[in-house]
Every structure is written in structure tokens, then in C-alpha cells.
């Protein structure tokens, strides 16, 4: 990947990011996190990974941000005028940074020499290796992802689905009313 | 390497103006064809200084749609609701008329031909992955009309806006299915590629095109398609009698344009879609790379006229879809929402699945059957 594409998409993924966080109104958030998630796919199929990054953008950005839009419009959240959080918040959210930036400056400064590319096999990111891994090597671990995803759905919507007490029942199809 | 920027800059230029133009002559279609179908006379009045009718040459409308609409749109007055969000009500329009035009980036117009020791994919972008690629444009697509509808600081366009947004991705899961079918019977994602195996023909006559293998996926995408478009019958974001006009309610001029422009493209790109799965992309019927070849006759043909005769035939077969489309349009009266929903969730959802658990399971077995 050309240096310029990276730091062209490094630098549009951060300021969006910084976007998600500092806007008040939900939607501008939203709009900013499709674009951080859009520059991240970008950043994928620059680094040949085309089905992740693809995939990313399908998933992500086509289903996923879909439902943060609805979310945001059926509650009806309107931009925050006044900033949230007392003074206890803001300490530990200050403490918090502070060590996620000492964490990433010690990391910098220890991985300096090694960052060179790795080499990859030839079809590396590709669809094919990427089901062979999913349905060979990591089979079990897929199938039982996907057995727990399932039982999620399904708990969810029972969980969701509204259960009328049997007295508020209107007259049902094709009963006849007295 | 410049030259092969030039080659690439070309095309690129070449394909997004002809699907401009093509979505701008559906309008004048859509008016002389809704017209026919009516038994009506159409757009028939607007010329310049009547040169044409003094040649005694019939007003087919082209003036009225072509130039007089545009023109008219395009001067009109900018407007922007009072309380509307500026920035966002500008950027919706945008916002979905790019996804749909990047779209057509991946999409084979005609075969590979050597051109003074260039070898030319006639394909803005060659990306091996052109059918993943087609799904993520659709899926970004979603949110011009979603902010649009939002930005417009109007019950009746977000009302519009929320339809829009739910019908898109609930049709696209059935466009999904059906593609993934297609995409199991071919073995690759790669456009082109599912074009070239087209070519040839069964029996000695019968050409090798997708609808004969996947009929049930063409069903499939032609209406997931048509949904996408948001067109009568599935024109419920933009349901005059309930939601003045859906999502695009406070738009007005150039962005109303957009929105309109988006729609017409999103016809062609169903079009597109259906012609690459399923009749043969530019593959013309007995047509090989050396010319004609039926049984035991040939006619040979130079190199250079086959591969005009196939992106030739590329765009009439968009032609006769785009055409179908608006054919559909003008004769189905709008489904209920509910009707919407429950096609698409309880009717192709559950076919496309299935469609792609036979496909898989005869795939695997002719495979099995062909060691």
C-alpha cells in the first residue's frame, strides 16, 4: 500500500473518529462513525484483505449503522446542549486517558524497529482462503458462533414479543361476536 | 503507466456518462412510454422555434424532457426548510446518488481486447471481489435518502425517510441471496468472470445464460432490484396520497433532481444486474470471439466487430430491462405496506434461502459426480 493512501485514510478515519465523540446531535455522531467505518474498510482493501474489507462495509456501514438510525429515530434523541457527567466522571475519565496514552507511547517506543511489513502467501485475504479457514480449520469454533448468534435472535425476539393477558384479547378471525 | 492512467480515466468517464444519459433518456421513456400504455399522446408540445414541425418532422417530447425539465430544475429556487438541518439536507441528495453511479465501476461492458499492446478490460475498475463490491455500494445508498428525509425538519419526510430506509435493507438481504446463488453456481465474485462463463451454448443451441440455471434468483433480483429503485409498486417512501412525496418532500430544483436522478439510476443499475447474472452480460447468442458459429455455419467477423457487437448488445439487453421496469411500473397499482414487508420477509427471504441451499447442494453433488 502506497504511504500516501495510508496516512490520506489514517488521518480521515481519526478526525471522523474524533467527530463520533464531539458532536452533540446523534445523527452528526452517527454520520461520522459510518465514515470512520468507511475509511477502516478502505484501510482493509488497501491492505489487500478485500473480502474483510467488503465485508466490513456491508455489515458495518449496511446493516448495523441501519439500526443505530433507527434506534436514534425511534427514541427521538435530540443533541445534548449541556455536557453530561459530574466532576467524579471527569476524573476517571481523565485518569482513563491519561494511562491509554502512556500505554500507546510505551508501546510506540518499543515496536519502533520492527514495523515493516509481513509477508503474505499469494491469495492472502482473498474469499477462497478466507473460507478455507472459516470452514476447515476453524470449523467447530464457526458453527458454534453461529449456534450462539441463532440463540440470541431467538431469545431476543421472545424476550421482545409482546404478550397480551388473555381477558384484553380482542374477538379473533373468524369467531363470531355476540 | 501513463497510458494505462489514460485507458483507465477514460472508461471510467465513458461509463459514468452513458449510465447518466441512459437514466436521463428513461425519463423521456417513462413519459412517451406511460403515454402509450394509457393510450395518451405524451409530452408533445415543447420545441425551439418550431424547426422541427416546420420540417414537418413529429414532436416525440425529447424537447420536454431532455431540455425543458432540466432547464426548469435547474433554476429553480434552492430551498430549505425553516429548522432543517443545512448542512445535512444538501448532503442527502448526494449521498444517495453516489453510491448508485460508484456502483457501475465494476461493471463489464464488453470483453478484454489488445489495443497497440495494451491489453483493455473493458471494466472502469477491476476488482475480483465486483460482486461484493455492487452489495457495499447498495448498502451505503441507504442513508441519502434516510438524512434526506431526516434533514428536511418535516413530519411527512421522515416518515418518508423511514419507509425508504426499511424497505432498502429489507429488499437487500433477498438481493444478497440471490446474488450469493449465483455467485455458488459460477465459483467466483468476480463480474467478468460470470460473463465469460455465459458464452457457448447447450444442446448445440441453446445459449449458456444464468436465467437457465437460476430462474428462481432472477425472479429474485429483478423484484429485490425494482424495491431498491423505490418505483411503483414499490413507491410507498414517496406515497403521494399519504406522505405528499415521501422523503423528498422539501426538496426543490437541482437536489430534487438528484433524488429523481438516483431512482432513474437505480433502474438501470437493476437492469445492469439482472443482464450480467442472468442473460449473458455482452455475451451475444452464438457469437464467439471469431465470429458467428450455429451447428455446422459460421461467419467469421474481425476481432474488433465482435467486441462492439457485444457492448452492443450489452446495452439493449439494459434497454429491454430498464424498459420492462417502467412497463411494470406503469400497469401495478402500489402494494400495501404490510404486502411490502410481508414479500419481502415471508417471500423471498425464506425462497432465497432455499434457493441457495438447493443450489449449494447440486453444486456439491455435480462436483462430487464430475471426479
Known sequence: ?178 | MAIDLLIGAVKAIVILLLVLNLSAVLLWFERKGSALIQDRVGANRANIFGVGQRLGMPNLGLMNTLMADPLKLFTKEDFVPDGADRFLHSLGPFLALFPVLIAFAVVPIGDTFELGGHTVQLQAATINAGALYILATIGIGVYGVAIGGWASNNRWALLGGVRATAQMISYEIAMGLAIISIVITYGTLDLQSIVQQQGGVWFGWLPCWGIFLQPVAFIMLLTAGMAESKRVPFDLPEGESELIAGYFTEYSGGKQAAFMLTDFAEVVLAAVLVTLFFFGGWQVPWLYSDGFHFGAHSLLLPRALVVILGVVAFWIKVVAFCWLQILIRWTMPRFRYDQLMTLGWKGLVPLGLLNVLVTAFVVVLASGAAH
Open chain 1, 1 to 178: 500500500m502506497p504511504v500516501g493512501v495510508f496516512i490520506f485514510l489514517g488521518v480521515v478515519a481519526i478526525i471522523s473518529s474524533l467527530g463520533v465523540v464531539l458532536q452533540r446531535s446523534p445523527i452528526h455522531c452517527l454520520l461520522a462513525l459510518i465514515m470512520t467505518l468507511v475509511s477502516i474498510g478502505a484501510l482493509f482493501l488497501a491492505l489487500d484483505a478485500v473480502t474483510v474489507g467488503f465485508l466490513q462495509i456491508i455489515v458495518y456501514v449496511g446493516a448495523i449503522m441501519v439500526l443505530f438510525l433507527f434506534v436514534i429515530w425511534l427514541l427521538n434523541l435530540q443533541a445534548d446542549e449541556a455536557p453530561t457527567g459530574g466532576l467524579g466522571l471527569k476524573f476517571f475519565a481523565t485518569i482513563a486517558v491519561a494511562a491509554m496514552a502512556a500505554e500507546l507511547f510505551i508501546f510506540f517506543s518499543k515496536t519502533r524497529g520492527a514495523m515493516e511489513a509481513a509477508n503474505v502467501a499469494p491469495g492472502y485475504g482473498s474469499i477462497d482462503s478466507l473460507a478455507q479457514s472459516l470452514f476447515g480449520q476453524y470449523l467447530m469454533a464457526f458453527e458454534s458462533t453461529s449456534i450462539l448468534l441463532l440463540v440470541a435472535v431467538i431469545g431476543a425476539v421472545a424476550i421482545a414479543r409482546r404478550t397480551i393477558p388473555q381477558r384484553e384479547r380482542g374477538p379473533t378471525k373468524g369467531t363470531p361476536t355476540r
